[in-house]
């Protein structure tokens, strides 16, 4: 489930090297990446970037490749980015279709097509995790609410009965609405499909994928800023902005929360913060060993 409704103040901090001591269920952290053009060399030079700052984990955005067409692997280009990926020793983590949305009944079908095809590329390329978004629904598709949390319920356990073999886990995104009148979960409706589905392959039944960035948590409303960086000098909106600018407060949070077993610390902070982001990887290692005290306090 992903928390970027966490937000706080923090500076950088010494890096974080576990040892033998050290008792968490926070096995690694990184950045997201991607591609610009639906080209593979945008995503190299991007991953190069993250290995030279010490990344030890990467979140690809599969679908900002052209790897996939109507549900079916294009092979050749699959190929070439398994090789990519195959080059750096990152733990890779896969984040599906940020359009993805099962409560859609004219596309879930094709929705769920995809999601397989991206469960086994997250097999080729050795990522244990594929991040899929909750639904959502406009606000004049009224007549479809009442079937909508079940239409994503049922496909979301095709899907993980389909990456069962693969042993991919599928980590349910909340999301912020993005137009008036939207029907979208909450993220504690969101848990409650987690955990009513009861599934191995769907993380529950608390957090098994974090995904985390500064803010503010101020709704942007109907604001439209004309350069991105104006929601960032209000403080509005999804901002994903580098740890320590918004005002979250990082380390009480992980210094309380627990954590599934094998779970990632993903930061959403991307090449736009490239200047900033050895920063946030040193704060997400100190978040790490402050969990790590946590836990190896609570197991005493």
């Known amino acids: 489930m992903r928390h970027d409704v966490l937000r706080c103040r923090t500076a950088p901090y010494d890096l974080f090297s576990p040892g033998d001591d050290d008792v968490s269920n926070l096995i ?19 991953l190069h970037a993250l290995a030279d700052i010490g990344c030890d984990t990467v979140e690809i955005a599969v679908t900002s490749l052209d790897l996939i067409a109507g549900g079916r692997i294009i092979e050749e280009r699959a190929e070439r980015f398994v090789a990519l990926a195959k080059q750096f020793g990152f733990r890779y983590t896969v ?91 909450t993220p504690t409706e969101v848990a409650a499909t987690v955990k009513a589905l009861g599934h191995d392959n769907v993380v529950a039944p608390v957090a098994g994928h974090l995904h985390v960035h500064d803010s503010f948590g101020r ?49 959403e902070i991307g090449r736009r913060y490239r200047a900033e982001q050895p920063a946030s990887l040193q704060t997400a290692r100190h978040l790490m060993s402050l969990n790590a005290t946590r836990t190896q306090l609570a197991a005493e």
């Open 95 to 185: 984040h599906g279709l940020v359009s993805s949305n099962f409560m859609d009944p004219v596309t879930c079908r094709y929705q769920i097509d995809a999601a397989k095809a991206l469960a086994v590329l997250c097999d080729r390329i050795g990522a244990g995790i594929l991040v899929q978004h909750s639904g959502a629904l406009r606000a004049d598709q009224i007549a479809e609410r009442a079937d909508a949390d079940a239409r994503e319920r049922e496909a979301l356990f095709e899907l993980a009965e389909f990456c069962k073999p693969y042993g991919v886990r599928i980590a349910l995104e909340n999301i912020f609405s993005t137009e008036p009148g939207q029907y979208r979960q």
């Open 28 to 46: 690694g952290t990184g950045f997201n990446a991607g591609s610009d053009d639906g080209e593979l060399t945008t995503l190299e030079s991007d």
């Open 219 to 267: 709704p942007q409303g109907f604001y439209e800023p004309y350069f991105p960086q104006e929601s960032t000098a209000l403080g509005i909106g999804d901002l994903h902005m580098p740890l320590g600018w918004g005002d979250i407060d990082w380390q009480d949070i992980f210094s309380e929360l627990t954590f599934l077993p094998d779970t990632v610390l993903m930061m």
